[in-house]
C-alpha cells in the first residue's frame, strides 16, 4: 500500500511556524511548540499545537498579529514603496522607478493588523535569504513598537527568545472550535502573514510544502501546505481545534514527491485543506476524537485515494515498541 509513496524525498524537515488572519479568538499564549530549532529526517517530524506561536499574544497588546498590509509600505529611509508583493516568501516592491527587493527591505515598514480590528506598526530588523534546498525561504526579524517606546520581538521561541519568521501571502484564521472557518487560510491579496519559526505554517514550509513552489507532478503545493498545517497540529475536525500534545512524533507522506514514508508506524489518516478525510482509533489525541456532522472516506489509508483529494497521510509511532 505505500508502494506510492516511495518517491523522490526532496527535503530535509526543520522545525517552523506560522502566521495568522483577522479572527478574534487567538490561542492561548500558553499553548507554544517546544521543538522549535530541532532537526529531523524526511518523514518522521515533530508535531505542535499551534498553528502561528506567540506573536504578539502578550499581555502588553492582549491580542494577535493576524495579518500584515502590503499597502503603506515604507523604506528604511521613510519613501512610500510601491507596488509591494511577495515572490515567494522575499518581498518585492518599488522606491519610484527602482527595485527593491531581498535584503533590501531590511529596515522596512508595515502596518500589521490586530485581533481586536486595531493596526499596529512594524518594522523588519534583518533579511537573511535561506541556502540550498531553502534558498526560496528568506527569513525576517520583525519588531513592533512597545508602549513605551522600545522595539520587541513580534515572535517567540518556546523559551521566549526572538524568533524569526517567514513571510507568506494570504492569511489565517486563528479560532478554534467553528467548523468550516476555524483554521482556515484566506487567499487575501492585500495582506501577508509573518510565519513565526516553530509553529505549523512555517514548519510546513520548511516540510517542502512551500504554497508558491510545485510537486514532482508539476501541480501547486498549496493545497499540501494547508493539508499540512492541519496535520501538524492535528486538527482532525477541520475547524481550528487542535488534539494533540506538543512534541509528539507523526510520519507523513505524499504523492507530490516531497515527504516519503520512511516508518512502519500505524496508520493514523488522511488529510486535505479542510481537515481529515478519515481517521483511526490511534491519533496523537490517544482519545477518542469526535467531530461533528463527519462522514469518513472508506478504506483509510489507501494510497488510491492520493488520486482522488487526499493531499497527505499521516502515521504515529503510538503503541510501536522500541521508541
Same mark, same amino acid.
Given at each position: 500500500?505505500?508502494?506510492?509513496?516511495? &518517491?523522490?524525498?526532496? =527535503?530535509?524537515?526543520?522545525?517552523?511556524?506560522? =502566521?495568522?488572519?483577522?479572527?478574534?479568538?487567538?490561542?492561548?499564549?500558553?499553548?507554544?511548540?517546544?521543538?522549535?530549532?530541532?532537526?529531523?529526517p524526511?518523514?518522521?517530524?515533530?508535531?505542535?499545537?499551534?498553528?502561528?506561536?506567540?506573536?504578539?499574544?502578550?499581555?502588553?497588546?492582549?491580542?494577535?498579529?493576524?495579518?500584515?498590509?502590503?499597502?503603506? *509600505?515604507?523604506?528604511?529611509?521613510?519613501?512610500?514603496?510601491?507596488?509591494?508583493?511577495?515572490? #515567494?516568501?522575499? %518581498?518585492?516592491?518599488?522606491?519610484?522607478a527602482?527595485?527593491?527587493?531581498?535584503?533590501? %527591505?531590511?529596515?522596512?515598514?508595515?502596518t500589521?493588523?490586530?485581533?481586536?480590528?486595531?493596526?499596529? *506598526?512594524?518594522?523588519?530588523?534583518?533579511?537573511?535569504?535561506?541556502?540550498?534546498?531553502?534558498?526560496d525561504? +528568506?527569513?525576517?526579524?520583525?519588531?513592533?513598537?512597545?508602549?513605551?517606546?522600545?522595539?520587541?520581538?513580534?515572535?517567540?521561541?518556546?523559551?521566549g527568545?526572538?524568533?524569526s519568521?517567514?513571510?507568506v501571502?494570504g492569511?489565517?484564521?486563528?479560532?478554534q472550535?467553528?467548523?468550516?472557518?476555524g483554521?482556515?487560510?484566506?487567499?487575501?491579496?492585500?495582506?501577508?502573514?509573518?510565519?513565526?519559526?516553530?509553529?505549523?505554517?512555517?514548519?510546513?514550509? @520548511?516540510f517542502?510544502?512551500?504554497?508558491?513552489?510545485?510537486?514532482?507532478?508539476?501541480?501547486?503545493?498549496?493545497? @499540501?501546505?494547508?493539508?499540512?498545517?492541519?496535520?501538524?497540529?492535528a486538527?482532525? =475536525?477541520g475547524?481550528? !481545534?487542535? @488534539?494533540?500534545?506538543?512534541?509528539? +512524533? &507523526?510520519?507523513?507522506?505524499?504523492?507530490a #514527491?516531497?515527504?516519503?514514508?520512511?516508518?512502519?508506524?500505524?496508520? !493514523?489518516?488522511?488529510?486535505?485543506?479542510?481537515?481529515?478525510?478519515? %481517521?483511526?482509533?490511534?491519533?496523537?489525541? @490517544?482519545? *477518542?476524537?469526535?467531530?461533528?456532522?463527519f462522514?469518513a472516506?472508506?478504506?483509510?489509508?489507501?494510497?488510491?485515494? %492520493?488520486?482522488?483529494?487526499?493531499?497527505?497521510?499521516?502515521e504515529?509511532?503510538? #503503541?510501536?515498541?522500541?521508541?
Open positions: 500500500m505505500k508502494t506510492l509513496q516511495r &518517491v523522490v524525498a526532496a =527535503c530535509l524537515a526543520v522545525v517552523a511556524v506560522g =502566521c495568522g488572519t483577522e479572527s478574534s479568538e487567538p490561542e492561548a499564549p500558553s499553548l507554544h511548540t517546544q521543538v522549535a530549532e530541532m532537526v529531523s524526511n518523514g518522521r517530524n515533530l508535531n505542535g499545537r499551534n498553528l502561528n506561536g506567540r506573536n504578539l499574544n502578550n499581555s502588553e497588546l492582549g491580542s494577535m498579529l493576524v495579518s500584515v498590509d502590503y499597502a503603506g *509600505a515604507r523604506s528604511a529611509s521613510g519613501k512610500a514603496l510601491g507596488g509591494v508583493r511577495l515572490e #515567494g516568501s522575499a %518581498f518585492v516592491g518599488f522606491d519610484g527602482t527595485l527593491v527587493t531581498g535584503t533590501g %527591505f531590511t529596515g522596512a515598514s508595515f500589521g493588523r490586530l485581533g481586536d480590528g486595531s493596526t499596529l *506598526a512594524l518594522r523588519v530588523d534583518s533579511v537573511v535569504q535561506g541556502s540550498g534546498g531553502d534558498s525561504l +528568506w527569513s525576517y526579524r520583525v519588531s513592533y513598537q512597545g508602549t513605551d517606546g522600545n522595539w520587541r520581538a513580534v515572535c517567540q521561541d518556546a523559551n527568545a526572538d524568533a519568521a517567514i513571510a501571502a492569511r489565517w484564521d486563528y479560532r472550535g467553528v467548523p468550516g472557518e483554521g482556515d487560510k484566506i487567499e487575501d491579496a492585500s495582506a501577508f502573514t509573518f510565519a513565526c519559526e516553530g509553529a505549523a505554517i512555517a514548519k510546513c514550509m @520548511h517542502g510544502y512551500k504554497p508558491w513552489a510545485t510537486g514532482a507532478d508539476g501541480q501547486s503545493l498549496a493545497g @499540501h501546505h494547508q493539508a499540512c498545517t492541519r496535520m501538524v497540529r486538527d482532525f =475536525c475547524d481550528g !481545534e487542535s @488534539h494533540t500534545t506538543d512534541g509528539q +512524533w &507523526v510520519n507523513l507522506y505524499d504523492a #514527491g516531497v515527504q516519503g514514508d520512511t516508518e512502519s508506524w500505524s496508520l !493514523e489518516g488522511e488529510w486535505n485543506e479542510d481537515g481529515a478525510r478519515c %481517521f483511526t482509533s490511534t491519533t496523537r489525541a @490517544h482519545a *477518542a476524537v469526535t467531530c461533528s456532522g462522514t472516506i472508506p478504506d483509510c489509508g489507501d494510497t488510491a485515494h %492520493f488520486q482522488s483529494g487526499t493531499r497527505l497521510i499521516s504515529t509511532p503510538y #503503541g510501536v515498541t522500541g521508541l
